[in-house]
């Protein structure tokens, strides 16, 4: 049945709303409630997420410097924040296929202060002091639709229909979404927003800058023996299971009832299109040294999610009339420190600042201004060309990040350049097969068990979320030139390639098993693959991650 003319949207109006409940757009809220308590002026403000509650897509290593955090909230330590494990030792790890060998920390990657955190957590926690603060937010609010004004402006969000069948026809739980309107939208959606990609294209906000690049992060929770447990111990390691050529690492943190965050980041500008990211990572566990603090212990949580990795020269324009972007929809990741939390409350407490003293203008351009005078600007700027160098190898990536790093502080006089990730793919016949071993089922696991530790849901009778702008492509270029790429980098088995009675080729998509990891619409050679929002609520239901 078609969907009734009479059934108009429901409108709801903010001084300000924002799309995204992470770290960064959570600050944003807070900030703003409390310069309006402060100058006494009436100031309404939504958050809208997504996920099915705060935190339910939310997932990091996470290490979270409180730099931010002191500014947002000084009295943080009388809150009850869920910060109760401070980093205490670093360990930074080169691995080859059977040792491990300790190298020096980076300066960078130092963590003294910092303190080992749940995101999930973190974001619920200041959910709680946004709301005590007068903010509105509402979990299961999926954003589909930016709404434009007459001369063009953004006025605001619309959530998506709910109950529209397979065959994009309503259904008996048909209900419309609503219209949030707002003097002021600010799009905290994360990595690769779907929302922020269209206003990328429509206000042109990448015009002038390089390419954003991007990692996929791969993370377990692990329960480990307790005599194996270290609290506040944070390690990373490089080179294998990586070939020299690929960007990629891993983390491990020791945070509390003897539960290890472990995880593995491969950049995604990866060359050969064998390459499975969720393969890798389970490879790595089988290291001896990574397997001896495994055994014995219990998988008990699984996740995946793309992260910013173009730094300080991939950053775009970031406002437009009625909206600009915080956190890591802006590519606020700082790489070598393997930390975004921060950079992200940084830019929320910023863009707060600037759209309380200029809400009545129709673009806040002074955001950019007072970022460029912030740490976060300089922070950026002295680490911009540490990820690019990787593009010449591992050795000489390392030796280069040492050199600007110690001797140039950050400071050299020139840029490093940034490349499309989804570029960089060799064609299959050019590239050697990667042979990975099968899972054990002890320390090592397949897609579809792991996915189910995800929580990851989505209503069955929807269409599917993940679309091709020619279904064609998937078998004529994808398939023929690069061997389905997509059937391994996507890390919760969406996509793989169906034959028929005839042998004839089909990718079928699996799209209730997505994470919303954004991987395939990154990586997909030819941009073929659009990420779009479910239905509200749907995907993974992270807890502690």
Same mark, same amino acid.
């Given at each position: 049945m078609p969907v009734p003319a009479q059934s108009s949207r429901d409108v709801m109006e903010y001084d300000v709303l924002i799309v995204g409940a992470g770290p960064a757009g959570l600050s944003c809220a807070i900030k703003l409630k409390q310069l309006s308590h402060l100058q006494k002026r009436e100031l309404s403000v939504c958050v809208i997420e997504k996920g099915s509650e705060v935190g339910a897509h939310l997932m990091s290593g996470a290490v979270l410097e409180p730099r931010a955090l002191n500014e947002l909230l000084p009295e943080w330590k009388t809150?009850?924040?869920?910060?109760?494990?401070?980093? *205490?030792?670093?360990?930074?790890?080169?691995?080859?296929k059977n040792s491990a060998f300790r190298l020096p920390t980076p300066p960078p990657m130092a963590n003294?202060?910092?303190?080992?955190?749940?995101?999930?957590?973190? &974001?619920?926690?200041?959910a709680g002091i946004a709301e005590s603060l007068g903010v509105e937010i509402y979990p299961g609010f999926a954003a589909a639709e930016v709404l434009?004004?007459?001369?063009?402006?953004?006025?605001?969000? &619309?959530?998506?229909?709910?109950?529209?069948?397979?065959?994009?026809? +309503? *259904?008996?739980?048909? *209900?419309?979404?609503?219209?949030?309107?707002?003097?002021?939208?600010?799009?905290?959606?994360?990595?690769?927003?779907s929302l922020t990609k269209m206003l990328f294209e429509r206000f042109k906000l990448r015009d002038g800058v390089d390419p954003q690049t991007f990692g996929l992060g791969i993370k377990e929770i692990w329960e480990i023996d307790p005599a194996k447990h270290r609290p506040g111990l944070v390690q990373h390691t490089i080179g294998w299971p990586m070939d020299t050529r690929t960007y990629g690492g891993s983390w491990l943190y020791h945070w509390e009832n003897n539960l290890v965050s472990i995880g593995f980041v491969v950049g995604l500008d990866y060359e050969n299109p064998y390459l499975s990211p969720f393969e890798e990572f389970q490879r790595f566990k089988q290291h001896p040294y990574i397997r001896s603090l495994l055994e014995g212990g219990k998988r008990i949580s699984y996740g995946a999610r793309a992260l910013s990795e173009g730094g300080f020269q991939s950053i775009p324009r970031l406002t437009? +009339?009625?909206?600009?972007?915080?956190?890591?929809?802006a590519?606020?990741?700082? $790489?070598?420190?393997?930390?975004?939390?921060?950079?992200?409350?940084k830019s929320g407490i910023v863009a707060a600042e600037a759209l309380f003293d200029n809400l009545d203008k129709s673009e806040i351009t002074d955001y950019r201004a007072r970022l460029e005078k912030s740490w976060l600007w300089d922070e950026l700027y002295g680490v911009r060309n540490i990820r690019p160098s990787f593009r010449w190898g591992l050795l000489a990536g390392m030796f280069y990040s040492a050199?600007? *790093? $110690?001797?140039?502080?950050?400071?050299?006089?020139?840029?490093?350049?940034?490349?499309?990730?989804?570029?960089?793919?060799?064609?299959?016949? &050019?590239?050697?097969?990667?042979d990975y071993p099968k899972p054990d089922g002890v320390i090592t696991f397949d897609r579809l068990s792991s996915v189910f530790l995800s929580n990851t849901n989505h209503e069955e009778d929807q269409p599917a979320h993940l679309k091709l702008r020619n279904p064609l492509v998937a078998i004529n270029?994808?398939?023929?030139?690069?061997?389905?790429p997509e059937?391994?980098?996507?890390? &919760?088995?969406?996509?793989?390639?169906?034959?028929?009675?005839?042998?004839? +080729?089909?990718?079928?998509?699996?799209?209730?098993?997505?994470?919303?990891?954004?991987?395939?619409?990154?990586?997909?050679?030819?941009q073929n693959i659009d990420w779009c929002v479910p239905e509200g609520g749907g995907g993974p239901n992270y807890q502690g991650m």
């Open positions: 809150m009850d924040a869920p910060l109760k494990v401070q980093a *205490t030792e670093d360990h930074f790890l080169f691995l080859t003294h202060g910092n303190h080992i955190i749940s995101l999930g957590y973190f &974001a619920k926690w200041l434009y004004g007459e001369n063009g402006q953004v006025m605001g969000v &619309a959530t998506g229909d709910v109950g529209i069948g397979k065959n994009g026809e +309503p *259904t008996e739980r048909f *209900t419309r979404g609503v219209e949030l309107k707002a003097r002021q939208t600010v799009f905290a959606e994360g990595c690769r927003g437009f +009339p009625g909206g600009l972007l915080i956190g890591d929809a590519g606020f990741l700082n $790489v070598p420190k393997i930390k975004g939390n921060h950079t992200a409350m050199i600007d *790093t $110690v001797l140039l502080r950050g400071m050299a006089l020139w840029t490093l350049r940034n490349h499309a990730d989804h570029t960089q793919l060799k064609p299959a016949r &050019a590239c050697a097969k990667i270029t994808n398939l023929v030139v690069y061997g389905s059937s391994r980098y996507c890390p &919760a088995g969406v996509y793989e390639i169906v034959r028929d009675e005839k042998d004839n +080729p089909r990718l079928q998509i699996n799209a209730q098993n997505c994470v919303h990891c954004k991987t395939c619409d990154i990586k997909d050679p030819l």
